[in-house]
């Protein structure tokens, strides 16, 4: 299996390894790289999960789904990006969303239950993984904390201010694009696709932000 290196670091989980570590490494790990076509399931809720992925390509969705059809986007992942890290250590446990391709992709697949008992091939590295696991996990509750912050808001506008004014720090500009649709806004923020798009263009009228599609720039109002 060719290795793709570069990625493989994106995701900070080999920080501190060399490449030929890491070469030995994804044996231990029981690596095996898989495609999926845009629209594709890679894992549904219910399924039990025992390996963690690496985007290599592509664009991945992590969802809900309720009986009506209803999504909610828990997290929109690219490449270099890692889903799965906690189902994958714990082994057995079902999985409470869904794990869909956004668009045609490439993901390798990684044991990382093998990290919590020592390596029977001894890997130097080993306890440095561990600990990059650890700070990645610690990261995304950071994520899900500041999705939550954005859909516990009480109305619309604050849900939509509270997301944005974030995509702003997180860009370190008032410019901005953000990797949404409009439905998609939507759904990450738990809202109504229709009422979503009234508000933002009572936004606009109002002078607090400007958009085309995706992209977004936010106004300072002036104080008359």
């Not at 909610?72 to 869909?100: D, P, T």
């Not at 696709?193 to 009572?202: I, N, Q, Y």
Request: overall charge positive; proline content about 0%.
């Amino acid at each position: 299996m060719a290795v793709d290196f570069r990625m493989l670091y994106q995701t900070g989980l080999f920080n501190g390894i060399s490449q030929s570590e890491i070469s030995a490494m994804l044996g231990c790990l029981n690596a095996k790289e898989v495609s999926y076509k845009k629209g594709e399931y890679i894992y549904r809720e219910g399924d039990i999960m025992q390996e963690a992925g690496i985007i290599l390509g592509g664009k991945v969705h992590l969802q809900q789904d309720d009986f009506w059809g209803n999504r909610n986007i828990i997290s929109v992942l690219h490449e270099g990006n890692m889903f799965g890290e906690v189902y994958s250590c714990l082994g057995n446990e079902k999985l409470q969303i869904s794990i869909a391709a956004e668009t045609d992709c490439r993901i390798l697949l990684i044991n990382l239950r093998k990290t919590m008992s020592v390596c029977k091939n001894s890997c130097i590295f080993h306890h440095q993984m561990i600990e990059n696991l650890v700070f990645s996990i610690a990261r995304k509750n950071l994520q899900l904390t500041e999705k939550i912050q954005h859909t516990s808001r009480r109305t619309i506008r604050e849900k939509v201010l509270s997301y944005l004014s974030e995509e702003s720090r997180r860009h370190g500009s008032s410019y901005f694009t953000i990797p949404f649709t409009r439905q998609q806004m939507a759904d990450y923020l738990a809202v109504d696709r229709s009422a979503l798009s009234k508000e933002l263009a009572k936004m606009k009228d109002e002078g607090l932000v400007e958009y085309e599609r995706n992209q977004f720039r936010l106004k300072v109002l002036e104080v008359r």
